[in-house]
Nanobody, 125 residues
Framework: QVQLAESGGGLVQAGDSLRLSCEAS????????MGWFRQAPGKEREFVAG????????RYSDPVRGRFTISTDNAKNTAYLQMTSLKPEDTAVYYC??????????????????WGQGTQVTVSS
């Protein structure tokens, strides 16, 4: 199990950029694939981006592809979500998640084991 803590959310204007961070506890960060999800008011939580344990493989949902970038820094036990060209429809609580892997170096859009508490991102028009 890994504990996750998100930071970096806030209120920005449309077109602005923001970087979210997700710091993980424990010494086995390299064994985890990481993901970012979001939940807007009145909507279900949705997958945003995922990165493999090596950091070499990434996947994105259609609404954010080309605008968001997921990455990890194993030395800092931290995952990031760089968000650019933000839109009002990106407004949501953003959660990071971790999925333990044995050997696979792949990305996942579901099946995560551990979750952070979330950080609010609000984009005004």
């Amino acid at each position: 199990q890994v504990q996750l803590a998100e930071s970096g959310g806030g209120l920005v204007q449309a077109g602005d950029s923001l970087r979210l961070s997700c710091e993980a506890s424990g010494r086995t960060f390299r064994r985890y694939a990481m993901g970012w999800f979001r939940q807007a008011p009145g909507k279900e939580r949705e997958f945003v981006a995922g990165v493999s344990r090596s950091g070499l493989r990434t996947r994105y949902s259609d609404p954010v592809r080309g605008r968001f970038t997921i990455s990890t820094d194993n030395a800092k036990n931290t995952a990031y979500l760089q968000m650019t060209s933000l839109k009002p429809e990106d407004t949501a609580v953003y959660y990071c998640a971790a999925r333990f892997t044995v050997f696979e170096d792949t990305t996942y859009s579901e099946g995560y084991d551990d979750w952070g508490q979330g950080t609010q991102v609000t984009v005004s028009s």
